[in-house]
């Protein structure tokens, strides 16, 4: 996902979808659209009111049909990835949001000048099956990714990462689709990566990096003892067992951690908080850097239990924690007249 807008603030309500508007759209999509979507069901730590629409494009012609219909119509938009770092609020989305994972994925390879695997990566395939495909060949480079629960396009966005690496150490180029309509592949050398974020050049006179899309990326990776590789990644997995919460709904850490000093989950669990719950949402008494959603949470009990959490460790520590998450959508649902 390209936004990395993070912000308590709710968003200005911006429209719905008109009638005509929603047939276009199948149209344009050839029925690879939903309405009324709640988007919980887009997300791992699962709440979230409906948005309007959830496309579906399966190729590049079909998003870029649908990216320029949706400037032409100035219908707002969101990208979604594996929604494993996004929280919708209650009230949903309106405008279109973009589903890569259903149908635009797949990874081809080949080698680099230099004789080194390179992989292409569409923005909708599973990071895992990125990991997966790398360590099954014995090339390396990628296992730091095991167990993060994204999509390609939304790891690069956010600049995924663990404690070994991130994403931006085996990128090549990012390719974008740019609201100009044209497709744009930018070298790892021109795009600002820092910790858990990513900014685009200035492409066209457009400057704003929520303006495209990533659609692919390219990957060079090299060549290892493929038996190392399965022992590296065995372990990986087990130390982030050990570490965080599985099998719950979550959106992983839910904040940043601070540039210096201890790290988020640290400071939480130093103020008492794990255990601590509103509503059905509650911080995992295992690693209290991550939110889960207990029993049928809303968006609202998450939020205010972050603002919780924000506000015992500032507290304590004056020390100010930012989302890590993406936050999104209206707190309260507005009806369609249409
Ligand atoms: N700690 C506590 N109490 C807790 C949790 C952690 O005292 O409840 C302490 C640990 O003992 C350790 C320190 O805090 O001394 C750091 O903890 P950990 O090793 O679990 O790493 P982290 O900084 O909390 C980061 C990333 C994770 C990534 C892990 C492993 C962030 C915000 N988190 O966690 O990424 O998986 O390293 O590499 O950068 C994510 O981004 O969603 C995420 C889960």
């Given at each position: 996902?390209?936004?990395?807008?993070?912000?308590?603030?709710?968003?200005?309500?911006?429209?719905?979808?008109?009638?005509?508007?929603?047939?276009?759209?199948?149209?344009?999509?050839?029925?690879?659209?939903?309405?009324?979507?709640?988007?919980?069901?887009?997300?791992?730590?699962?709440?979230?009111?409906?948005?309007?629409?959830?496309?579906?494009?399966?190729?590049?012609?079909?998003?870029?049909?649908?990216?320029?219909?949706?400037?032409?119509?100035?219908?707002?938009?969101?990208?979604?990835?594996?929604?494993?770092?996004?929280?919708?609020?209650?009230?949903?989305?309106?405008?279109?949001?973009?589903?890569?994972?259903?149908y635009f994925k797949g990874i081809t390879a080949s080698e680099?000048?230099?004789?080194?695997?390179?992989?292409?990566?569409?923005?909708?395939?599973?990071?895992?099956?990125?990991?997966?495909?790398?360590?099954?060949?014995?090339?390396?480079?990628?296992?730091?990714?095991?167990?993060?629960?994204?999509?390609?396009?939304?790891?690069?966005?956010?600049?995924?990462?663990?404690?070994?690496?991130?994403?931006?150490?085996?990128?090549?180029?990012?390719?974008?689709?740019?609201?100009?309509?044209?497709?744009?592949?930018?070298?790892?050398?021109?795009?600002?990566?820092?910790?858990?974020?990513?900014?685009?050049?200035?492409?066209?006179?457009?400057?704003?990096?929520?303006?495209?899309?990533?659609?692919?990326?390219?990957?060079?990776?090299?060549?290892?003892?493929?038996?190392?590789?399965?022992?590296?990644?065995?372990?990986?997995?087990?130390?982030?067992?050990?570490?965080?919460?599985?099998?719950?709904?979550?959106?992983?850490?839910?904040?940043?951690?601070?540039?210096?000093?201890?790290?988020?989950?640290?400071?939480?669990?130093?103020?008492?908080?794990?255990?601590?719950?509103?509503?059905?949402?509650?911080?995992?008494?295992?690693?209290?850097?991550?939110?889960?959603?207990?029993?049928?949470?809303?968006?609202?009990?998450?939020?205010?239990?972050?603002?919780?959490?924000?506000?015992?460790?500032a507290d304590h520590f004056g020390v100010r924690l930012e989302?890590?998450?993406?936050?999104?959508?209206?707190?309260?649902?507005a009806p369609k007249s249409v």
């Amino acid at each position: 996902m390209m936004s990395c807008a993070v912000s308590y603030d709710e968003p200005t309500v911006a429209r719905c979808l008109n009638t005509d508007e929603e047939n276009e759209l199948r149209s344009l999509l050839d029925d690879r659209v939903q309405f009324d979507v709640p988007m919980r069901r887009y997300t791992t730590l699962a709440v979230g009111g409906p948005a309007d629409a959830v496309a579906m494009p399966h190729n590049i012609e079909a998003l870029g049909k649908l990216f320029a219909w949706i400037q032409e119509r100035k219908i707002p938009w969101l990208v979604v990835g594996a929604g494993s770092n996004l929280l919708v609020r209650d009230g949903g989305i309106r405008g279109v949001v973009i589903a890569l994972t259903p149908y635009f994925k797949g990874i081809t390879a080949s080698e680099d000048d230099a004789g080194r695997p390179k992989l292409v990566a569409k923005a909708g395939t599973r990071l895992q099956s990125l990991c997966r495909y790398t360590i099954d060949r014995g090339w390396g480079d990628m296992t730091f990714a095991l167990g993060i629960p994204a999509s390609v396009g939304g790891a690069l966005a956010m600049n995924a990462g663990a404690a070994q690496s991130c994403m931006a150490n085996v990128l090549g180029t990012i390719t974008v689709l740019w609201p100009t309509g044209q497709v744009r592949r930018i070298h790892r050398r021109d795009i600002d990566f820092g910790y858990r974020r990513m900014c685009l050049p200035a492409i066209d006179g457009v400057s704003d990096s929520q303006s495209g899309i990533i659609v692919e990326g390219t990957f060079h990776l090299k060549r290892v003892d493929s038996q190392l590789l399965v022992k590296k990644g065995i372990e990986i997995k087990k130390d982030r067992k050990l570490r965080q919460p599985t099998g719950v709904s979550s959106a992983g850490c839910f904040f940043k951690n601070p540039v210096t000093g201890p790290s988020a989950g640290e400071l939480i669990d130093k103020a008492g908080l794990k255990g601590k719950q509103v509503g059905g949402a509650i911080i995992s008494p295992h690693h209290a850097n991550f939110i889960i959603n207990r029993k049928n949470a809303r968006a609202a009990d998450v939020l205010a239990l972050a603002k919780c959490v924000q506000a015992r460790v500032a507290d304590h520590f004056g020390v100010r924690l930012e989302p890590e998450v993406v936050i999104a959508g209206d707190s309260h649902y507005a009806p369609k007249s249409v």
